[in-house]
């Protein structure tokens, strides 16, 4: 063995027998406790399975009698803190006593690729029916607690490559014991676990045993670890659907499947025993075939980000849009023609490899297609990413924030979420709550003044009225009216006015809100970037255009302020330039941006936060009084632009 997850802690027999008795008592008290609070380990309905139920006033750093918070195991005042848990690829590295070889630990069990369907535990057991964390020795029942507060284990069989684990003699049968209390079960060793010469995880015995199933009688399998878990893996997870739509069985269509019922009910009886799930696509003339692609989409790349790669069965889509969402995601894509005198079935493996059948759409194509070997995209995520990236409404985002805002906030997790197209506004949230820490839920949040005002501006405020954090996601939760959306958008530009936000903050939120308002967003925090010299030179260049205008010089200056976008296609016989911009939305930018005129004429631009000041914007706020003018300047003339733009 290269390196093995073993601890030295040998007991007498006699002191083992009297250990093990004892400990399968207090095992058992848990587990009727864990049916008490969590039910027959499927969960309650107010609450997601596996997740930690709320106990009234316990806050960090209490003591409870087993209850877990903030990444901490709670146990008689003892506390394993988080740094001891360390989220890795296909699950979690818990440090051991030996902290000189941590290091190399982590290092080693970072290279295993996530495995669908199971969440690995890198742990030392002990031969004495315990695992060690840290310094302190864990029990069954207070390793299944650990276990349950961390994300991405809900569900998951539970593999531990962990010496001694699974022996079931006196003084052992730990993993027998977590198998009752973890309703999947799952894989463990009796003997000592390490890696060969090849880097596979392996028994010293070269014997796993299989506890998945709960109390089912273990098994002894054979192989690496890897090929192990494949071998036992059951079906793929099925992701979070797009919203508004359900998994029926093992299959979610997408489309207008209302006219062919009984092709969908043969889809689902095919799917019932696969391991893929199938997405069924038929994008009929009756439904949005816009929204239909992007929910599946949406499907592909959450499956994509836990490593699955569904079977995507499809009746009738858009061929050029399909092929793209292919070659992004690699499901596996079955398509049947009917033309001509025999059927073809078309099935293109994960790999782009396409397979022809010359068969009707049967039973044994899903089983064929189901066998396929998946191929990495480059789409997958931690787990603990990839469950805050599925959740489809901002209040669910916030309260997922809060509860795992150590594993979301760890060295290196804010990285994974660059180049995703929806990642900005939770790389917002990261920084903000890395730089001032996660905003107190009991405090008071902003609320507009009533009624909305589309002629005045929402009333003045100081930055800390309300938390930055909680302003985010109630600012992105939908709003249903142009009214309703106002004193947001009011508020939004005053923040970059009052240091509070960056400009391409303030224009990638309100993006999420009107494309049109974000237009004028970008382009007032791109002035208010501009270093002295910069803003001189962009206003003499307009002032060539407007002193020698020619038939160009309104488009021109339109361009070099960042507002050529609002410009909409031209309806003939009338006069003035066409404007994407709502007009009620038109009258508040001059209010709005009136203000910012006067505070930069007047040199009162207030004090930058502390987490801006290494960006542009610490430029426009180091300035000395009476450096602003060209600034206030192009505000100005943005007013005037936008008032000869008719919407």
């Given at each position: 063995?290269?390196?093995?997850?073993?601890?030295?802690?040998?007991?007498?027999?006699?002191?083992?027998?009297?250990?093990?008795?004892?400990?399968?008592?207090?095992?058992?008290?848990?587990?009727?406790?864990?049916?008490?609070?969590?039910?027959?380990?499927?969960?309650?309905?107010?609450?997601?399975?596996?997740?930690?139920?709320?106990?009234?006033?316990?806050?960090?750093?209490?003591?409870?009698?087993?209850?877990?918070?903030?990444?901490?195991?709670?146990?008689?005042?003892?506390?394993?803190?988080?740094?001891?848990?360390?989220?890795?690829?296909?699950?979690?590295?818990?440090?051991?006593?030996?902290?000189?070889?941590?290091?190399?630990?982590?290092?080693?069990?970072?290279?295993?690729?996530?495995?669908?369907?199971?969440?690995?535990?890198?742990?030392?057991?002990?031969?004495?029916?315990?695992?060690?964390?840290?310094?302190?020795?864990?029990?069954?029942?207070?390793?299944?607690?650990?276990?349950?507060?961390?994300?991405?284990?809900?569900?998951?069989?539970?593999?531990?490559?962990?010496?001694?684990?699974?022996?079931?003699?006196?003084?052992?049968?730990?993993?027998?014991?977590?198998?009752?209390?973890?309703?999947?079960?799952?894989?463990?060793?009796?003997?000592?676990?390490?890696?060969?010469?090849?880097?596979?995880?392996?028994?010293?015995?070269?014997?796993?045993?299989?506890?998945?199933?709960?109390?089912?009688?273990?098994?002894?399998?054979?192989?690496?670890?890897?090929?192990?878990?494949?071998?036992?893996?059951?079906?793929?997870?099925?992701?979070?659907?797009?919203?508004?739509?359900?998994?029926?069985?093992?299959?979610?269509?997408?489309?207008?499947?209302?006219?062919?019922?009984?092709?969908?009910?043969?889809?689902?009886?095919?799917?019932?025993?696969?391991?893929?799930?199938?997405?069924?696509?038929?994008?009929?003339?009756?439904?949005?075939?816009?929204?239909?692609?992007?929910?599946?989409?949406?499907?592909?790349?959450?499956?994509?980000?836990?490593?699955?790669?569904?079977?995507?069965?499809?009746?009738?889509?858009?061929?050029?849009?399909?092929?793209?969402?292919?070659?992004?995601?690699?499901?596996?894509?079955?398509?049947?023609?009917?033309?001509?005198?025999?059927?073809?079935?078309?099935?293109?493996?994960?790999?782009?490899?396409?397979?022809?059948?010359?068969?009707?759409?049967?039973?044994?194509?899903?089983?064929?297609?189901?066998?396929?070997?998946?191929?990495?995209?480059?789409?997958?995520?931690?787990?603990?990413?990839?469950?805050?990236?599925?959740?489809?409404?901002?209040?669910?985002?916030?309260?997922?924030?809060?509860?795992?805002?150590?594993?979301?906030?760890?060295?290196?997790?804010?990285?994974?979420?660059?180049?995703?197209?929806?990642?900005?506004?939770?790389?917002?949230?990261?920084?903000?709550?890395?730089?001032?820490?996660?905003?107190?839920?009991?405090?008071?949040?902003?609320?507009?003044?009533?009624?909305?005002?589309?002629?005045?501006?929402?009333?003045?405020?100081?930055?800390?009225?309300?938390?930055?954090?909680?302003?985010?996601?109630?600012?992105?939760?939908?709003?249903?009216?142009?009214?309703?959306?106002?004193?947001?958008?009011?508020?939004?530009?005053?923040?970059?006015?009052?240091?509070?936000?960056?400009?391409?903050?303030?224009?990638?939120?309100?993006?999420?809100?009107?494309?049109?308002?974000?237009?004028?967003?970008?382009?007032?925090?791109?002035?208010?970037?501009?270093?002295?010299?910069?803003?001189?030179?962009?206003?003499?260049?307009?002032?060539?255009?407007?002193?020698?205008?020619?038939?160009?010089?309104?488009?021109?200056?339109?361009?070099?302020?960042?507002?050529?976008?609002?410009?909409?296609?031209?309806t003939p016989g009338t006069s003035g330039t066409p404007c994407r911009l709502d007009p009620?939305?038109?009258?508040?930018?001059?209010?709005?941006?009136?203000?910012?005129?006067?505070?930069?004429?007047?040199?009162?631009?207030?004090?930058?936060?502390?987490?801006?000041?290494?960006?542009?914007?610490?430029?426009?706020?180091?300035?000395?009084?009476?450096?602003?003018?060209?600034?206030?300047?192009?505000?100005?003339?943005?007013?005037?632009?936008?008032?000869?733009?008719?919407?």
């Open positions: 063995m290269v390196g093995s997850f073993g601890v030295d802690d040998h007991r007498t027999v006699s002191a083992a027998r009297h250990l093990d008795e004892a400990e399968r008592l207090v095992d058992d008290a848990y587990a009727l406790k864990d049916r008490a609070l969590f039910g027959e380990f499927a969960g309650s309905t107010d609450r997601l399975p596996g997740e930690p139920m709320e106990f009234g006033g316990l806050r960090d750093g209490t003591a409870d009698d087993g209850f877990l918070v903030s990444g901490s195991v709670l146990r008689n005042g003892k506390v394993w803190p988080a740094e001891n848990v360390v989220r890795v690829p296909s699950g979690y590295y818990l440090r051991g006593p030996d902290d000189a070889a941590a290091a190399r630990e982590l290092e080693a069990a970072g290279r295993l690729p996530s495995q669908p369907g199971w969440a690995v535990f890198f742990v030392h057991g002990t031969d004495g029916s315990r695992v060690r964390v840290g310094n302190q020795l864990l029990s069954a029942a207070q390793f299944q607690e650990l276990v349950r507060s961390r994300p991405g284990t809900a569900g998951k069989k539970l593999a531990l490559v962990s010496c001694f684990t699974g022996g079931q003699g006196i003084g052992q049968g730990f993993m027998e014991r977590l198998g009752a209390l973890w309703e999947p079960g799952g894989l463990a060793a009796a003997t000592a676990v390490g890696q060969d010469a090849q880097g596979r995880w392996v028994p010293e015995d070269g014997q796993w045993i299989d506890f998945t199933g709960g109390t089912v009688t273990p098994r002894v399998v054979g192989g690496d670890l890897v090929s192990t878990l494949k071998a036992l893996a059951g079906p793929d997870p099925l992701v979070t659907p797009p919203s508004g739509l359900q998994w029926q069985g093992r299959v979610l269509a997408l489309g207008g499947w209302a006219a062919y019922p009984s092709r969908l009910e043969e889809l689902r009886d095919w799917a019932t025993g696969m391991k893929r799930p199938v997405v069924a696509v038929y994008a009929s003339s009756s439904v949005d075939r816009n929204r239909l692609m992007a929910d599946l989409e949406t499907t592909l790349k959450r499956s994509a980000r836990i490593g699955v790669h569904p079977v995507v069965y499809v009746m009738a889509a858009p061929a050029d849009e399909l092929e793209t969402l292919r070659q992004l995601y690699r499901p596996v894509v079955v398509r049947h023609d009917s033309a001509g005198k025999d059927g073809v079935t078309r099935v293109w493996a994960p790999d782009g490899e396409q397979i022809l059948l010359e068969a009707e759409l049967t039973r044994s194509v899903f089983e064929q297609a189901d066998q396929l070997p998946g191929v990495p995209t480059g789409h997958e995520l931690p787990a603990v990413l990839n469950d805050w990236l599925s959740l489809d409404d901002w209040p669910a985002s916030e309260a997922y924030l809060r509860a795992h805002v150590d594993e979301l906030t760890a060295p290196g997790l804010r990285r994974r979420l660059a180049g995703l197209p929806e990642a900005a506004p939770y790389e917002l949230l990261l920084d903000l709550v890395k730089s001032a820490g996660l905003s107190d839920p009991t405090a008071a949040r902003y609320v507009p003044a009533q009624p909305f005002s589309l002629t005045n501006l929402e009333p003045d405020f100081e930055p800390a009225d309300a938390p930055l954090d909680a302003f985010v996601v109630d600012l992105l939760t939908p709003k249903t009216s142009l009214e309703e959306r106002k004193p947001w958008l009011d508020r939004l530009l005053r923040l970059i006015s009052k240091g509070q936000l960056a400009p391409g903050e303030m224009a990638m939120l309100a993006a999420t809100i009107d494309d049109a308002n974000a237009v004028v967003f970008e382009a007032v925090g791109k002035v208010l970037e501009l270093v002295p010299g910069q803003a001189e030179q962009l206003t003499e260049r307009i002032a060539e255009q407007i002193t020698a205008p020619t038939r160009e010089s309104p488009r021109i200056v339109d361009q070099l302020l960042g507002l050529s976008r609002l410009r909409a296609t031209a009620q939305d038109k009258a508040a930018w001059i209010y709005r941006m009136t203000e910012v005129h006067e505070l930069l004429k007047n040199n009162e631009m207030p004090q930058l936060s502390e987490r801006l000041k290494n960006t542009p914007l610490a430029a426009l706020y180091q300035q000395q009084d009476g450096s602003r003018e060209h600034h206030a300047y192009l505000v100005n003339l943005m007013i005037e632009r936008l008032s000869l733009c008719y919407g």
